[in-house]
Every structure is written in C-alpha cells, then in structure tokens.
C-alpha cells in the first residue's frame, strides 16, 4: 500500500552536474545543479532550473550562456561543495582545484575533469516559483579523450563513473541492465 504525500519534487535519480559560467578570463563560477535535463533531440536542447537567489544566476543572465559539465564518484566531493559554497566567498576554481579549459563556442570555462561539458546559450529564462528555468539550446559537447575507443570513435560515457543524485544523496550509477528496446528484441 503507498502513502498519500503533500505535492512534492521526487522524481530522482538526477545527474549531479557542476555548471560553469561567467566568461574564461574574468569572472566566472561553478554551481551544483540536480535540476538539469533534456528538453529537445533537434534542435538540441537543455534546461537548468536556478533559485534567483544563487550567486550564478546573475552572471548566467547577464552572459546568457553556461556549461553543463558532468559529474563523476571521483568528483562528489568538489561536486557537493560547489553546491553549499557560495561565489560570493569563494573562488571555487582555486578552492576545489578544478581546471578551467577553454570554451569552444561559449565564453565560459569548461570544468576539464569532466568526462563531458555541454556548452550551452540561453533561449529562453521561465520565471516558475522558487527556481527559474533556463531553457538553452546546445551549440556544443566537448568530450573525454579517455572514454573514446580509438578504434570505433565510440564514446563510452558509461566507462567514466557518472554519478546521480537523489533524495539529498550522491550515488554512483550501476551496472548496466539493458539497453534500449532490450525488452523487445528477438533472441537470438
């Protein structure tokens, strides 16, 4: 039997993702995001939801443009901290030893540890409560040299040790129990 809960936000997991903004060689920072995901295959498209509040939502909306970069096990720690730490206080770069790379079609830095960094430009900014959702289009990915078999070409994101967020809690993903439209597949 299940319990009849107040309306709340339980759809979990979420990616747990450092969001990088600002411009390269001035001011920018790194913001934790759970609030993120696909909102169109073509034209490709994302959204961040970001409490007005929050240090980084001046800057994205002055930019109009940021980088979702994707988190790993490896990364929970400076991935948490981001998310507690304010810009106000702290240069998160310096203070979580994260490295800036070069955007390649956006000012904003790309976080280089990441096993992949979505550059993003707003389209749009909804206004929905107590988060605004930014609705952007995805000018490019960059990703890791590491997780691409030199052979195929083949991206292996799965190989990198992604991480996901759900309920106040950072979890690594699992092992691999099917793959799209597994379930109707003819044996072979």
């Given amino acids: 039997m299940k319990q009849s809960w107040k309306p709340g936000t339980m759809v ?64 929970a720690r400076v991935t948490d901290w981001c998310g507690v730490k304010s810009g106000r ?27 992949l960094s979505i550059e993003c430009r707003v389209k749009q900014i909804m206004s929905l409560g107590s988060h605004d959702m930014f609705i952007a289009d995805v000018l490019n990915v960059m990703a890791d040299d590491r997780f691409i078999d030199p052979e195929t070409g083949a991206f292996d994101l799965a190989s990198s040790g992604l991480m996901a967020y759900a309920h106040g809690g950072y979890y690594p993903l699992g092992a691999k129990i099917g793959g799209f439209g597994f379930s109707v597949r003819k044996k072979k």
């Fill in 12 to 75: 979990y997991p979420l990616p747990a993702a450092l969001v990088s903004c600002g411009d390269y060689d001035g001011e920018s920072n790194l913001l934790t995001v759970a609030w993120t995901g696909t909102i169109c295959t073509n034209p490709p498209m994302l959204y961040i939801s970001i409490r007005p509040e929050r240090y980084s939502y001046d800057i994205i909306r002055r930019h109009m443009e940021f980088t979702v970069n994707l988190s790993t096990a490896e990364m």
């Fill in 89 to 115: 206080d702290f240069d998160k770069w310096t203070e979580t030893g994260l490295t800036r790379e070069k955007g390649v079609k956006v000012s904003c830095p790309a976080i280089a540890e990441s096993p």
